[in-house]
């Protein structure tokens, strides 16, 4: 068989495989029909055995016993890409974890294409890492190795914002000069881009791309924030200690975020929460922690944040049920909480898109379409300070965890044939 290219869109929360063919989706199924594969690895304790994405949810949330890993893409360029996890007494290199991920997501697509893929356009972040170009390098270098170590011979990168802004392109009928807006669950990034049927035939699109910029703020972020200013005080953060100090808050912070989740099950961890509670003023709250860090919980809570995030993106309240640490546990949550806890995190992310309109020299009036893409970008205090920015240019929503995946394979085909 004649080997052919691909995008892949390896996302924090999610991600696709596409597959650029004259007349059919370019997206290929990855699980059970669905073209997204949720970024997510559980290995069963009895045998170490690894299910991905949906079932790996699934797996997790029924009960069995295992370790959860997500949001393994936050890894790259930090530190503990290099370094590894126990996992049931036996070390895993971390990137060795992303190998698993990552060839895991080519075989897949094999099997759904019925063709082997060796050369490859990875989407990657504008910034991986924020100021720091030295980190942010060697994090599409180590994506380039795994890349190679799963089988592709040919790799290439393209902006994830850029490989959205193809995908807009191949639906339009005239210039148009686009800010693509891609919020995905580790990073925000920006593109302004001059995009027409025309220019879409051309293979070198570097003058067309009038600017890029981006900031390490995403979805996974506005999980955390929510759950720092909601759920953890519930545990006990911002309580006090009977010495009238604050309560340490490291742990809490551990359990906020997706990717630090299984340190809080540590020794050194455990003690250190005993420790907390035997000194907290209000041991009912720890009480609720340790009862969450012994049954191993805490991806099941940042779960329940999530879904609380997304249904307020949608409608001004929801519920939070917490019955799995204390029975009959409920918390309301309200679109203007949402708002207040991430409202620094989006004034980040407005300031990063000023910046960059400054830096094109381009004024806001000039700009046509403002295209939204990556599943947060649907986050209504997001938008509103977005579009405030550019009040003249027409809104369009593209596929929001599929747009990327779809412009990488028509990359991919312009680059590799």
């Given at each position: ?8 869109d ?9 597959w ?17 594969l ?5 290995f069963?304790?009895e ?22 890993m ?22 895993l ?18 099997h ?28 599409e ?9 799963v ?19 191949s ?25 027409s ?13 009038l ?41 809490f ?28 003023l ?10 969450l ?46 708002d ?38 649907s ?33 991919a ?5």
């Amino acid at each position: 068989m004649h080997p052919e290219s691909c995008g892949l869109d390896f996302g924090t929360s999610n991600s696709t495989v596409g597959w650029s063919r004259p007349g059919l989706p370019a997206l290929l199924p990855l699980e059970d029909g669905k073209v997204t594969l949720p970024s997510v690895v559980f290995f069963h304790a009895e045998d170490l055995n690894a299910s991905y994405g949906r079932a790996a949810l699934a797996d997790y949330l029924s009960g069995h016993e295992g370790r959860l890993m997500r949001s393994l893409k936050s890894l790259l360029g930090t530190a503990m890409i290099d370094e590894h996890t126990e996992l049931m007494g036996q070390a895993l290199p971390f990137r060795r974890l992303l190998e698993q991920f990552i060839g895991e997501l080519k075989r897949r697509a094999e099997h759904a294409a019925g063709k082997p893929f060796s050369r490859a356009v990875v989407g990657r972040p504008v910034f991986f890492v924020d100021d720091n170009p030295k980190a942010d390098q060697l994090a599409e270098q180590t994506l380039r190795e795994i890349a190679h170590a799963v089988g592709f011979k040919d790799v290439a990168f393209q902006f994830e914002p850029i490989a959205a802004a193809f995908d807009y392109e191949s639906q339009i009928t005239r210039e148009e000069l686009v800010l693509v807006v891609d919020i995905g669950g580790g990073t925000s990034d920006f593109s302004l881009v001059r995009l027409s049927p025309e220019r879409a035939t051309k293979t070198d699109r570097r003058e067309d791309i009038l600017a890029n910029g981006g900031i390490h703020i995403g979805g996974t972020d506005f999980d955390k924030y929510l759950s720092l200013a909601s759920v953890m005080p519930m545990l006990g953060m911002g309580s006090e200690l009977i010495s009238g100090r604050q309560m340490p808050s490291a742990q809490f912070f551990n359990l906020a975020t997706w990717h630090t989740i299984n340190f809080a099950y540590t020794r050194k961890s455990w003690a250190e929460i005993q420790d907390m509670r035997r000194h907290a003023l209000d041991k009912d709250k720890l009480a609720r922690l340790m009862n969450l860090v012994q049954q191993r919980s805490g991806h099941w809570l940042a779960l329940q944040v999530e879904a609380a995030k997304i249904a307020l993106s949608e409608t001004d309240t929801t519920t939070i049920e917490l019955g799995r640490i204390e029975p009959g546990q409920t918390f309301l949550l309200n679109r203007a909480d949402f708002d207040s806890a991430i409202g620094h995190l989006v004034t980040g992310i407005e300031t990063t898109v000023q910046n960059l309109l400054r830096d094109a020299g381009v004024h806001t009036t000039d700009i046509d379409t403002v295209f939204f893409t990556g599943g947060s970008s649907s986050v209504p205090l997001l938008r509103e300070r977005i579009s405030a920015l550019l009040p003249d240019a027409r809104r369009v929503e593209g596929d929001l965890f599929g747009s990327i995946g779809a412009g990488l394979a028509l990359d991919a085909k312009r680059k590799f044939g």
